[in-house]
C-alpha cells in the first residue's frame, strides 16, 4: 500500500528500514499470486495498473476491517479487565460508596478499582484535572471541565452528646424535632473549611439568618469521625449527614435529632470530566450506578 502512495520503492523501503530488493521481491510475489502486473512505471514513479487500483482499494478495505476487529475487542477486553479511579468526599467515599462498590466488583471482577476520599473541592478540582475518572460530591460547583448531574437527596440531622439536654427531651418525646433558631447559644463543632457538609451547614444556618461567624465554634475538624468523636466527648454539637449515624455503632453516647426545617436537605452528585469519550470500564459504572434502585438496600 505505501508503494502506491509513495510511488517511490526507495522511500518505501526507507520508511519500512528494508531494502528497495527486498520491497520489489514482495510486489513480485503478489503479481505471481494474481497472474497480472499490479505496478508500471511512469517516468520517475509507480503507477498502478488497473488491476494494481482495485487490490490497492481491496487492501484498504481489509485494513480497515482488522483496525476495526482490534479495536471492538480491545473495547471488550478493557471493559472486562479496565481501571477505574473513584473519587468522593467524605460521606459518600466513607458511608455509601464501600457496599456499590463491592456489588460492582461481584459484576465486574476483573475491573481495578482505585479510590480517594477527601473534602468537596479537592474531589471536584482532580476531577477537572483529570486525574479522578468519577467522583462522588457533597456539594455542586460550575466548572467548564466537569459534567454530572443529580444523584441522591442528603438529609441534615443534629447531633449532640447523649447528656445534653436536647437528647434527655427527645428520649421523653416531649420534642422530636429542633428548630436551628434554637441552637445559636450552643458551642459548634463544624467540619473544615472545603467540605460540602460544611457548606450545607453554613447554607442552612444563613437560611435562618444566622452566620457561622456569630457562633461559639469550639472546633473545626477535619473527618466527620473527628466530629462524631468531640460531639461525643461533650465538645459541642454539629450538623452532619444522616448517611453518618445511620450505621452509628449504638453504644456511641451521641443522639441525633431531625431538624425541623425543609431546607435541612441537600444534594449528593456524580460528577466526571467533561470529554467525547470515556473507558469503557468508567462507562460500565457510571450506567451502574445510574440504575440503581435503592442505594439505602446496602
Sequence with gaps: MRVVETQNLSRTAEEFELSQPA?????????????????ERSGRKLKTTEAGEVLYECAR????????????????????????YLGASTIP??????????????KMPYISISMDIADTERIVNRVAD??????????????RKIDGY????DELVLIVPDSHKLAVSQKSDVKAKVKIAELVHEKWIFREKGSGTRRAAEELLLSNGIKKDNLNVFLEAGSTEAVLAAVETGMGIAIVSSWAISRLDTHRKIRSLTI???????????????????RKSVDAFLE????LDDVNKF
Excluded at 67 to 81: G, L, N, P, Q, Y
Excluded at 260 to 278: F, G, H, M, S, V
Aim: glycine fraction near 6%; proline fraction near 2%; hydrophobic fraction near 40%.
Design 23 to 39: 520491497i520489489t521481491k514482495q510486489i513480485q510475489a503478489l503479481e505471481d499470486m494474481y497472474g497480472v502486473l499490479l505496478l
Design 61 to 84: 478495505e481489509i485494513i480497515k476491517v482488522i483496525e476495526r476487529t482490534d479495536k471492538a475487542m480491545e473495547e471488550v477486553a478493557e471493559s472486562r479487565k479496565g481501571s477505574l
Design 93 to 106: 467515599g466513607q458511608y455509601i460508596l464501600p457496599y456499590i462498590i463491592k456489588n460492582f466488583k461481584d
Design 130 to 143: 483529570r486525574e479522578i475518572d468519577i467522583g462522588i460530591v457533597g456539594g455542586w460547583t460550575n466548572n
Design 150 to 153: 443529580q444523584w441522591l437527596e
Design 260 to 278: 425541623d426545617d425543609e431546607n435541612a436537605r441537600r444534594i449528593l452528585y456524580i460528577i466526571y470530566p467533561k470529554q467525547k469519550t470515556r
Design 288 to 291: 451502574y450506578i445510574k440504575k
